[in-house]
């Protein structure tokens, strides 16, 4: 019965929605402003947009969308049970948003060689020579590693994928100082390098740095008024790394997304795996 009704409700959808043609697409925002499921991209932007750690997906029917939202239910939250919605806790939120002490709080000190999960989810398939959209913006996955890290032999590799397959995917050596969230932030840098070398003014930038997002969405306009020192009054320790990517972000709309590293989403899997191949070559 359930289903049935499920079905009706669709086929009424359709048939009453203007321009629908039973064929639109269902945006479901499982982490926004306010989760819940769109019937156009820039209802959706609106919950998203320049949102920390944003989560959401599209779908091609209005019940996969609600599935997709309502299973970010915390099982500890017993009012987010009752609504089909979680909100971020306020104090792990607050933490994200905390201006850094000193760099090595972010730093990753795992080895290279990462437990990856079953993908449990995909981005849209693209041909060699297209790229994912969002409404109106290209999609891109970033990612940085390092092994060793914060040690003499460290090696540091960045990763950017643009879809499967795609000429733009890039793996490669970091240069300069072998870090972890040096790595985060130029995987970043290169990814806008190649989108404005396509005339591509529009991103959706997912990485699973929230020390890279935090950086350039907040922390630099104050690390600038305070002559590039942090609120202790420390020299902020990734100023060429920033200066660097805030100069790369003009003329250009970015949306940073987060996204959980290891978590089993294939395009950061596969940025992670291109940022590990990149740690094993040679510096250029």
Known sequence: MVRFLSLVHRAWTAAYN?????????????????????????????????????????????????T????????????GQKNGLVQEPQVKANKRLREPLEEDEYENTEPCVKYVKQNTESIPSVSKDTFSYMGDFVVVYTDGCCCSNGRRKA?????????????????????????NQRAEIHAACKAIEQAKAQNINKLVLYTDSMFTINGITSWVQNWKKNGWRTSIGKDVINKDDFVQLEKLTQDMDIQWMHIPGHSGFRGNEEADRLAREGAKQSEN
């Open 18 to 66: 203007p321009g629908s043609g039973g064929h639109s697409m269902y945006y479901a925002v499982k982490r926004g402003r306010k989760a819940g499921v769109y019937r156009t991209w820039n209802e959706c932007r609106a919950q998203v947009d320049r949102f920390p750690a944003a989560r959401f997906k599209k779908f091609a029917t209005e019940e996969e969308a609600w």
């Open 68 to 79: 997709f939202v309502r299973n970010s239910v915390n099982p500890d939250d017993s009012e």
């Open 155 to 179: 090696r540091a590799g960045i990763g950017v994928y643009w879809g499967p397959g795609h000429p733009l995917n890039l793996s490669t050596r970091l240069p300069g100082r072998q870090t």
